[in-house]
């Protein structure tokens, strides 16, 4: 039998054991370093993204949460980020990259349960078009905007109501909608004095007849058949004159416009 000394036994030991902790060690480690650190993950994107956003810096968030979405298409930071980034486009006045975003959540997530949310920030980006931060201070005469847009949030606002009347912002879509009735029948009614004070007697009855179509009950109303009894006097249409101012009777008994009785 061959006789092994006892330090070459010891030192034969060590190397076995040093050759079992390369291997296990080897076994252990991963064969490349991961792609990504830890801060660069979905949540701490999102985080990062959020904390941009509720501290008004919105560029920033605009940008982390685009960065979230294309790192990682899927998933529920990706899906509430595509929210968070529209309401921040909204914030820096770009309306339509806040559509295009809304547009993109309702397609890729419709059963979302926060898809009424969604209708309402469209209907805010149209209603919000135009605006200036000075105009915020002192507000703006929405009847001299885009008329398109003012329709387009009316509708997006109508939407959100029909489809999901429990929402909680049903109430606020509701009272911008009666709003933009007002505004809308504003606009029909100034374009139709110019019509008047320029001649053009049959430009106002048209106008004045889409404003008593689409916008009864608001406040314009009276002023507008005011207004289209005089058109129809100028035209000699005396009938139709009096027809109005009978239903202008009925509807504001004392408006200045009304013959005085005898």
């Not at 919105?58 to 685009?66: K, P, R």
């Not at 820096?92 to 397609?107: H, P, T, W």
């Not at 009614?189 to 689409?214: P, S, W």
């Not at 009894?229 to 005396?238: I, T």
Request: hydrophobic letters at 40%; aromatic letters at 12%; charged letters at 20%.
């Amino acid at each position: 039998m061959l006789h092994i000394p006892a330090t070459r036994r010891r030192n034969g030991l060590l190397t076995c054991l040093a050759l079992c902790v390369l291997v296990v060690s080897a076994c252990s480690t991963p064969a490349t370093p991961p792609a990504e650190s830890a801060n660069s993950t979905a949540e701490s994107l999102y985080r990062s993204g959020k904390s941009a956003l509720n501290r008004g810096d919105f560029l920033t968030a605009i940008d982390t949460f685009e960065t979230l979405g294309a790192r990682y298409p899927f998933g529920t930071f990706t899906q509430q980020a595509q929210l968070d980034v529209a309401y921040a486009y909204l914030r820096q006045d770009e309306f339509d990259n806040a559509i295009s975003s809304v547009d993109r959540f309702i397609k890729l997530y419709p059963q979302s349960e926060n898809i009424d949310y969604a209708y309402y920030m469209r209907g805010l980006a149209n209603y919000s078009r135009g605006g200036s931060a000075f105009e915020r201070i002192f507000p703006r005469d929405m009847s001299k905007v885009d008329q398109n847009w003012l329709r387009a949030a009316f509708t997006e606002f109508d939407a959100l109501v029909r489809r999901f009347p429990d929402s909680d912002y049903v109430p606020d879509a509701i009272e911008r909608m009666a709003y933009l009735r007002e505004q809308m029948a504003k606009h029909e009614f100034q374009t139709a004095q110019f019509y008047y004070d320029r001649g053009a007697m049959v430009a106002v009855v048209n106008r004045i007849t889409y404003l008593l179509e689409h916008f009864d009950g608001t406040t314009l109303v009276p002023d507008a058949l005011a207004l289209l009894a005089g058109a129809y006097s100028v035209l000699g249409q005396e009938d139709l004159q009096g027809d109005t101012l009978r239903v202008l009777a009925e509807t504001d008994p004392e408006h200045p416009a009304l013959p005085a009785e005898s």
